[in-house]
């Protein structure tokens, strides 16, 4: 269960990566969170986030058209 949750579902790009990115602030280093995206888009996007911020992308799975990620605060 990650510690806080992001449903970024009908959003468009870049609004999963900014509502991830306000959610991420307010963690402790290594706290996870769960988002839950419907934008094809967010599989690159998150993964070229987690890549650039250093938070480490823990698990990216996807389910009938929903994407969902957990990533843990460096």
């Given at each position: 269960?990650?510690?806080?949750?992001?449903?970024?579902?009908?959003?468009?790009?870049?609004?999963?990566?900014?509502k991830?990115?306000?959610?991420?602030?307010?963690?402790?280093?290594?706290?996870?969170?769960?988002?839950?995206?419907?934008?094809?888009g967010?599989?690159?996007?998150?993964?070229?986030?987690?890549?650039?911020?250093?938070?480490?992308?823990?698990e990216?799975?996807s389910?009938a058209?929903?994407f969902?990620?957990?990533l843990?605060?460096?």
């Open positions: 269960m990650a510690d806080q949750q992001v449903d970024a579902r009908g959003l468009n790009c870049p609004m999963p990566i900014v991830t990115a306000q959610a991420v602030k307010a963690l402790a280093s290594g706290q996870t969170v769960e988002v839950l995206a419907t934008d094809p967010s599989v690159k996007d998150f993964a070229a986030w987690s890549k650039t911020t250093g938070n480490e992308m823990v990216q799975t389910d058209g929903v969902r990620f957990v843990r605060k460096k």
